[in-house]
């Protein structure tokens, strides 16, 4: 029942992209020497001109690039993002390893984390001792209060998870919230879908529960799986869908200690509570209703053996990357090799590069911006968040269906988004945890319930605005509804990001449809529901409400008959947010664009293409990506956002200019016709 460490309602999107930001120094005509990607900003021998734009943008633009590209052997995806991943994690090792850091505490943490995780004969050598006081815990267990007591001790698992988040109907203060959790495999579906493909993952889930048991010496390990397995079908057929779960007005009920014990008095929220620290909380978000009180039910019939092997596998499982290699070897085995399809484990030093990102990633991130941030990089962007807030102001007041009590609204909105550029202005002090370079369980352990007991410190206080849901080192930006907030952490501007040598219709295309998109969220199917300071409040005249999910209701039916694999279409409704934010971002920044072209004056042909060529094709090859069949079915199945060609081909077929820019016409498989377009923004 413990530590939920990103906001439920956060609304933080991922994005990946290729491309750089509003460059006026560029010369009038585009070119510049020294930039990285082509000759202006875009790889030209990574399209496909055999392919006809208006039948498959996606190909047009990265065909070529996708049939040559051979995804790694260690990855689920090939990407111009993996591009700047790779020399981000040689940065950050180089940092951690960095043996000048020693003599301060924060490197001297680093360096010993660092160590702990890279000690494999250590690991080996100790084998599962360290897991021996955690499953201890387990064997005491006598009574099902116990048993709750268990669910709030570090690491382990419980079907209702809690966490912390601004409160959404008073965002200046934090509130706790439960949702529904417990399962091992990706979600639900996993469980309850029919097909040979699903009853293979069910099959090899139940072998790999038996062999981390049996590996770490537990008895009787296949009717324990049988058990385990049966626990969480039934906690998967209670749970809500993704789609569901995403559903602002469905998820947000507080409730009282009074309500929290109709709804599910076997959990004894008292008791839980106080142990989580959270004793004076009068209030408490139950976000998935029905399924937090199925859990209860279960609770009290399932036998207490079986929440006990449940507590004892999920802890092992949880904690298999940090165990001998045999455990860490099934992890991946099921994880990635039979979920995913990934063939090879990744190299050591790379996964630890990952895991100290996680634990200790604001401290690598204050060393990161210092050697690989130029603070001119912040003013660059900046100017171009204001130009694609400018250019959506626009648009805003020329929309015909919004009227003009809604419109005040969400020009409001707009003007009180905050950006945030590069690096936090304070960090996180880590010199809590105590960091053993023998013990690499317990220092992930440790990290965890310090992450926990951080966001407790901060409950009884006004809701901290400095913070970030991302580390400088991340190559990432999202949207925070609950704060009203866009973030860009400093990774994510440089190339293939952030060029500024680029041509600026490539600049528009790639980080500039980024930047909308993140804006686009404060005003997509649930990011419209919160106002201009971040609380939930319903600020649209019924008619303006009606003709915008008129809208959304036609874009999501459309991204719904794509269907990436066999079987499994798009799910519209998980992903409209995410569609919405692509949709708009790329209306918004094109024009910024043709404001830019409007100032600058119309901008010539580079190798015999024209600036709005240049613009989308940017935009497409943002996309560059190519992914395996096993991630690609998670991804469908759990992610509210879309493939990454679809991404390309389900926006530009509903924007005019990009007709017009590639002389798409009837009979073409992405044509739509002017009436069947959507046009939200």
């Known amino acids: 029942m413990r530590r939920r460490d990103v906001g439920l309602l956060a609304a933080a999107v991922l994005l990946t992209g290729s491309g750089s930001a509003l460059l006026n120094r560029v010369a009038a005509e585009g070119q510049s020497s020294g930039v990285r990607y082509g000759e202006w900003g875009v790889a030209l021998d990574a399209r496909d001109t055999a392919v006809t734009p208006g039948d498959d943008f996606f190909r047009h633009a990265n065909g070529a690039w996708y049939d040559k590209t051979e995804i790694p052997a260690d990855r689920p995806l090939a990407s111009v993002w993996m591009v700047l991943q790779d020399e981000v994690e040689l940065q950050t090792r180089a940092i951690i390893e960095d ?67 601004p409160d959404p109907s008073k965002p200046d203060r934090y509130i706790a919230f439960a949702t529904q ?19 293979a993952f069910r099959k090899a ?80 978000v139950a976000a998935e209703t029905s399924a937090i009180a199925d859990a209860g039910k279960m609770l009290a019939s399932v036998p207490l053996e079986t929440w006990k092997d449940y507590s004892a596998y999920h802890f092992i499982r949880a904690h298999a990357p940090y165990l001998p290699k045999a455990f860490d070897q099934a992890h991946f085995d099921f994880f990635s090799k039979m979920l995913r399809d990934v063939p090879q484990q990744r190299e050591r030093w790379k996964r630890g590069v990952q895991l100290l990102n996680q634990q200790l990633g604001e401290a690598i991130g204050k060393l990161y911006v210092a050697r690989h941030y130029p603070p001119e990089s912040s003013r660059r962007m900046n ?29 409001a909105k707009l003007d009180a988004f905050e950006p945030r550029v590069g690096h936090p202005v304070k960090y996180i002090d880590y010199s809590p945890i105590s960091v053993d370079r023998h013990d690499i369980l317990g220092n992930v352990v440790r990290a965890n319930d310090f992450a926990w007991k951080l966001q407790v410190s901060r409950l ?54 980024v930047i909308g998109h993140e ?104 996309w560059r990506q190519k992914m395996r069949d096993g991630r690609l079915r998670e991804l469908l199945l759990t992610d509210p956002h879309s493939p990454a060609a679809i991404r390309v081909n389900g926006v530009v077929r509903n924007i005019d200019a990009w007709y017009t820019a590639f002389d798409v016409k009837p009979g073409e498989k992405l044509y739509l016709p002017p009436e069947q377009r959507v046009r939200i923004w």
């Not at 399962?183 to 029919?194: A, C, K, S």
């Not at 100017?383 to 919004?402: Q, T, V």
């Not at 708009?584 to 042909?605: K, N």
Request: proline residues 6%; negative net charge; glycine residues 8%.
């Open 99 to 165: 043996p000048s850091q020693s003599s301060d505490p924060s490197g001297k943490q680093l360096a010993d984390f660092w160590a702990s995780w890279m000690d494999e004969p250590g690991i080996e050598a100790r084998g599962t001792k360290p897991l021996r006081s955690h499953l201890n815990e387990v064997a005491a267990v006598r009574t099902r209060d116990d048993l709750l007591r268990l669910f709030t001790e570090p690491g382990f698992t419980s079907p209702v998870q809690i966490g912390i988040i």
């Open 181 to 199: 959790s417990g399962l091992g495999m990706p979600n639900r579906d996993y469980y309850l879908r029919e097909g040979e493909k699903y009853d």
């Open 205 to 284: 889930y139940r072998d790999y529960v038996v062999r981390v048991q049996t590996l770490a010496a537990i008895p009787d390990a296949a009717a324990k799986a049988d058990a385990i397995v049966r626990l969480e079908t039934d906690l998967a057929k209670s749970h809500w869908t993704p789609e569901r779960s995403r559903n602002i007005k469905e998820i947000y009920n507080p409730m009282d200690r009074q309500q929290l014990a109709a709804l599910a008095p076997e959990f004894d929220w008292t008791t839980l509570l106080d142990r989580l620290g959270l004793g004076r909380v009068p209030t408490v």
């Open 383 to 411: 100017e171009l968040i204001n130009d694609l807030r400018s250019a959506f102001a626009e648009r805003l007041g020329a929309l015909d269906w919004m009227d003009e009590s809604t419109r005040k609204e969400a020009l």
């Open 460 to 513: 009884a206080g006004p809701v901290d605005r400095s913070l970030w849901l991302m580390t400088p080192q991340t190559i990432d930006a999202y949207y925070n509804a609950l704060t009203n907030q866009i973030t860009f952490p400093a990774a994510i501007l440089q190339p293939p990001f952030f060029d500024p040598k680029a041509d600026p219709a490539v600049n528009y295309g790639a980080i500039g449809a």
């Open 519 to 622: 804006i686009g969220h404060g005003f997509d199917d649930q990011g419209r529901q919160f106002d201009a300071t971040g609380k939930i409040r319903d600020w649209w005249t019924v008619d303006s409400a009606t003709k915008f999910r008129d809208r959304t209701a036609r874009l999501g039916a459309q991204y719904s008959q794509f269907q990436p694999l066999p079987g499994v279409n798009v799910n519209g409704e998980l992903t409209m947010g995410e569609n919405i934010g692509d949709l708009g971002g790329v209306e918004m920044a094109y024009a910024a664009y043709r404001r830019f072209v409007r100032r600058t004056g119309q901008a010539p042909a580079l190798t015999g293409l024209t600036g709005d060529q240049r613009f989308f094709l940017a935009y497409a090859q943002a």
